[in-house]
């Protein structure tokens, strides 16, 4: 399914090599989103890569 999703697969394996995600389903194990967090020290961490289907948005 095609969202205007900008990445290239290259760049995907790079996020996944350097964060960990977590992906947001319903009750039937459909998607819905998924966001990723990146480490950076003890003491900090930055989210990102959040995506959500667009059926699940709000709007």
Known sequence: ?????RHRAHDLDV???LGEGYPAIDEIDRPLGSA??????EDLA??????????STPG
Do not use: K
Not at 36 to 41: E, L, P, R, V
């Open 15 to 17: 996020f996944i090599s």
């Open 36 to 41: 990723m967090y990146f480490t950076a020290g």
């Open 1 to 5: 399914m095609g969202v205007f999703w």
């Open 46 to 55: 930055m989210l990102g890569m959040m995506v959500a289907a667009p059926e």
